[in-house]
């Protein structure tokens, strides 16, 4: 593979924690900033997430490599900014996240499209931009791309996602790479296609493509699915057809749980994939999400009220499932601390939200110091999958989203007006008939 030579400073500098016993993120005081912006809101560090670009990037010298960040992540336009500052492009799975990806400036040549329902609409639209290549899922998805770029005059670059059953050992609504799962092709139907990719005259299927899951903190699955991909690229190779491209997808896992979760090192997992992709002279494609962002962001909440129940006493936020779906979605665990340093007995709480649901759910049998109405708290590692999953349920607006910069804030997102929330909606006024 061909040597880009390229420095990572973000690579030296130290990533900041969200420090509950100085209240400091980023270099900015979480107590005076929560005085200045009610909560709920979601607060990144820059420096974090540059910090994650940069040791990735490291760990990759010497390959051609490109980094695409898996928008559905976290879509803020301010990210996308950071990271098309930082040379990484996007993997998109919807037009809007193309859009997105667009108008934060990363250029269509680093933009992959995944995904297993496009549309023909959005695979037209793709086209025109001129976005680098397709992820594609299905033989109707082939055929559907084959016809739409005839139609355009345009051949679109295409690789073919290829399922390798293997178990990602992570929670079973984010595992992606089992038989048993909606995404990608077998092998074997992936043979057939390139089998037949002479009666494609306007897509150069020349790729492959494999994502396994998510939040994995073992090397041995990305190991097991790059070996069976590596065997079919060799393969392919022999039978005569060019493979310009393999996309290993993402799936690192990070710290959700401190002294539980062990997470593995960026240069061990790039380590797995120079092992199993020896000899290989394309272009290797990454889609990491969770990995940049998840532990740059916080969700900073205050308690409403402490009920105590007959069985159990429950800590009451102003946050809810609405701002962080996670624990609710997959009962995932988030680390929660109080900003405050003050020394209290230690007080177990059902940790919920004020949302009528059961699920609005945070943490159940949680230690904390001992809290009290108007004391802050900290929900960790939420700069993945938490805006980006938040809804309006129960006409709660979505929250603020700031982004931290050693020692300075700016607001990426204002709270949404209750008149924006309701802006699509209307009385029945004009009745008509089909």
């Known amino acids: 593979m061909p040597t880009q030579k390229t420095s990572h400073p973000a690579a030296q500098e130290t990533a900041p924690e969200a420090n509950s016993a100085h209240g400091m993120f980023d270099g900015v005081d979480l107590q005076r900033l929560a005085e200045r912006i ?10 974090a997430i540059r910090q994650r670009i940069g ?23 301010a990210i996308l900014q950071l990271m098309a500052n930082a040379g990484v492009g996007a993997d998109i799975v919807s037009a809007g996240e193309m859009r997105r990806s667009l108008h934060a400036g990363m250029p269509p040549e680093r933009i992959v499209f995944s995904g297993v329902g496009k549309s023909a609409d959005e695979i037209a639209g793709a086209l025109a931009v001129g976005i680098h290549r397709f992820n594609v899922e299905s033989h109707d998805e082939l055929l559907t791309l084959q016809r739409l770029a005839e139609a355009q005059g345009v051949t679109a670059r295409a690789a073919v996602r290829v399922n390798p059953d293997v178990d990602a050992h992570t929670h079973a609504k984010i595992s992606t790479g089992k038989a048993e799962n909606k995404f990608g092709v077998s092998i074997d139907e992936a043979r057939r296609w390139f089998a037949e990719r002479g009666r494609l005259s306007h897509v150069q299927l020349d790729g492959l493509h494999v994502h396994i899951g998510s939040q994995i903190l073992t090397l041995e699955p990305f190991r097991l699915a790059l070996q069976r991909v590596a065997e079919f690229w060799r393969e ?21 749980r401190a002294g539980t979760d062990q997470p593995v090192s960026a240069s061990d997992y790039v380590n797995v994939i120079r092992t199993a992709l020896a000899g290989y002279k394309g272009r290797v494609l990454l889609e990491p999400g969770r990995y940049l962002v998840a532990e740059a962001g916080v969700l900073l909440t205050r308690v409403i009220r402490v009920k105590a129940g007959v069985e159990r006493q429950f800590l ?4 809810a499932m609405n701002d962080l779906q996670r624990p609710s979605l997959y009962d995932a665990w988030h680390d929660i601390v109080p900003v405050s340093n003050a020394s209290r007995p230690l007080t177990t709480y059902d940790i919920v939200g004020p949302v009528c649901e059961t699920g609005d759910t945070f943490a159940r049998g949680r230690e904390l110091p001992g809290c009290a109405p108007g004391d802050l ?10 805006t980006s999953m938040a809804s309006t349920y129960n006409s709660r607006p979505l929250a603020i989203e700031i982004l931290l910069n050693q020692g300075r804030y700016a607001v990426v997102r204002r709270r949404q007006h209750f008149e924006e929330m309701i802006a699509g909606e209307q009385p029945a006024r004009n009745w008509e008939t089909t």
């Open 55 to 77: 040791e990735l990037q490291a760990a990759l010298a010497g390959l051609d490599a490109t980094i695409c960040f898996a928008v559905k992540a976290n879509p803020n336009l």
């Open 236 to 256: 392919l190779e022999q039978d005569g057809h060019s493979i310009n491209s393999i996309d290993v997808g993402g799936g690192l896992g990070v710290s959700y």
């Open 316 to 319: 009451v936020l102003d946050a």
């Open 377 to 386: 708290l900290l929900i960790k590692a939420t700069g993945a999958y938490g």
């Open 38 to 47: 009610p909560t709920p809101f979601h607060a990144y560090s820059a420096s």
